[in-house]
């Protein structure tokens, strides 16, 4: 872990934190809640996929230092028995005070919680690349190959194994639809013309077996 404490100090002190000491122990912090045993897809496999995205665009972005403290704090509060968008607004809030207490510039700050909160729905207003970059690293896994989107899949189900099989399938088909209804899921051109047709075609497909009788 020792190269995602690295990319984490290293995003913090770009962003203007003073508290170099306390940099260490909230890295080790925000790895411990991506380790939660109850995650099973929202792990540091996605976190550090998400950064990779990240710093490969990263010439995309305005402030890629803020879009890279966001990475690390969409998903920081992941509890999936939470209702609505409580745990983009919780992990918002995590971000806010502990960038806060790193003496992170209070407008960087904002604006970290503002990249964390548009997680909940994927809606990027256009001319928003920091907000773009983010949102096509957080789905990148739609347009994977259809073995690999499976997999993902199937992890999601392991995170929501309390909800009975009935409910998760209308509770996942109603997230697919809404991703569906998105004028594009990826905002970046180089991004969208790799991903769309691929994550749309991912996202019908299990759309179709979660709404087909078992």
Same mark, same amino acid.
């Not at 970046?188 to 299990?206: D, F, G, K, V």
């Given at each position: ?64 230092? %803020? =879009?890279? %403290? ?38 960087? =700050?904002?604006?970290?919680?503002? %990249?964390?909160? %548009? ?48 409910? /998760? ?16 899921? /990826? ?28």
């Amino acid at each position: 872990m020792t190269d995602l404490l690295d990319r984490w100090r290293a995003a913090a002190r770009a962003a203007g934190a003073t508290d170099v000491v306390g940099l260490t122990d909230a890295g080790h912090q925000m790895l411990g809640r991506w380790r939660e045993p109850h995650r099973h897809y929202h792990t540091v496999e996605h976190l550090t996929a998400v950064l990779d995205v990240v710093d490969a665009y990263a010439g995309s972005a305005t402030r890629p230092d %803020l =879009v890279r %403290l966001a990475a690390w704090c969409h998903d920081a509060v992941y509890d999936p028995r939470a209702a609505g968008d409580a745990n983009e607004r919780d992990s918002a809030d995590l971000a806010g005070r502990l960038l806060g207490g790193l003496g992170v510039p209070a407008d960087a =700050v904002a604006e970290v919680r503002r %990249l964390v909160l %548009l997680t909940a729905g994927h809606a990027v207003a256009p001319g928003d690349a920091d907000g773009g970059l983010l949102c096509d690293a957080d789905l990148a896994v739609l347009a994977a190959p259809p073995p690999a989107y499976d997999r993902y899949a199937a992890a999601v189900r392991r995170e929501y194994a309390h909800v009975p099989e009935p409910d /998760f399938r209308a509770g996942r088909a109603r997230v697919l639809d809404g991703l569906l209804a998105l004028p594009a899921l /990826f905002h970046l051109p180089p991004l969208a013309r790799r991903w769309e047709s691929a994550a749309r075609a991912n996202l019908t497909r299990e759309l179709t077996t979660l709404t087909t009788a078992p």
